[in-house]
T-cell receptor, first 114, second 116 residues
Framework: AQSVTQLGSHVSVSEGALVLLRCNYS??????LFWYVQYPNQGLQLLLK??????LVKGINGFEAEFKKSETSFHLTKPSAHMSDAAEYFC????????????FGKGTHLIIQP | DAGVIQSPRHEVTEMGQEVTLRCKPI?????LFWYRQTMMRGLELLIY????????DSGMPEDRFSAKMPNASFSTLKIQPSEPRDSAVYFC??????????????FGPGTRLTVL
């Protein structure tokens, strides 16, 4: 069974400050990991994904994440927050083999203070 | 490409009524997923199809829920009879494959269901 834990249901940062959203996963097989963003009343948009290879993954809108197997983590970062980054962020995992669905974390609501 | 298309975008119905949600996946994608999003439980996988065949329906809450995929370009999620606790946003997602970069799921805009 797989699971995802996102620490902090709400994170507030000042505009221009570092964004750090935490994600830890549990998986019995090598995981594929994803970060999705959801703006109000919209669907989910993929920010970035880790499948195999380089553990530091760069995504859209200046976000990046690092897969750390020893820590079972996949934290999302952005060096400088922008007001437009305010949204709900979801970390998700799927197993490396087979065509299965995503297991999502509970989500983190990112608030950007002016 | 138009992306994943869901209809209706909003549905308000009364308890006991039948509800049918529709999804058109991205052309060429061979996997389709139905998810439900609620405040209490977050995003949950309900069921998914590969090549129009249901693979895992263990997330379907109960027998009142059923899903079909009669062809590669259309899927339905039906609730009969509906109950207030079914109120949620239902998302459909599709995927082009299972290897490497094809593992990304593309989500539709969702259907917001309210059962009174």
């Amino acid at each position: 069974a797989q699971s995802v834990t996102q620490l902090g249901s709400h994170v507030s940062v000042s505009e221009g400050a570092l964004v750090l959203l935490r994600c830890n996963y549990s998986s019995s097989v090598p995981p594929y990991l994803f970060w999705y963003v959801q703006y109000p009343n919209q669907g989910l948009q993929l920010l970035l994904k880790y499948t195999t290879g380089a553990t530091l993954v760069k995504g859209i809108n200046g976000f990046e994440a690092e897969f750390k197997k020893s820590e079972t983590s996949f934290h999302l970062t952005k060096p400088s927050a922008h007001m437009s980054d305010a949204a709900e962020y979801f970390c998700a995992v799927t197993s490396g083999g087979g065509a299965d669905g995503l297991t999502f974390g509970k989500g983190t609501h990112l608030i950007i203070q002016p | 490409d138009a992306g994943v298309i869901q209809s209706p975008r909003h549905e308000v119905t009364e308890m006991g009524q039948e509800v049918t949600l529709r999804c058109k996946p991205i052309s060429g994608h061979n996997s389709l997923f139905w998810y439900r999003q609620t405040m209490m439980r977050g995003l949950e996988l309900l069921i998914y199809f590969n090549n129009n065949v249901p693979i895992d329906d263990s997330g379907m809450p109960e027998d009142r829920f059923s899903a079909k995929m009669p062809n590669a370009s259309f899927s339905t999620l039906k609730i009969q009879p509906s109950e207030p606790r079914d109120s949620a946003v239902y998302f459909c997602a599709s995927r082009g494959g299972t290897s490497g970069t094809l593992r990304e799921q593309f989500f539709g805009p969702g259907t917001r269901l309210t059962v009174l």
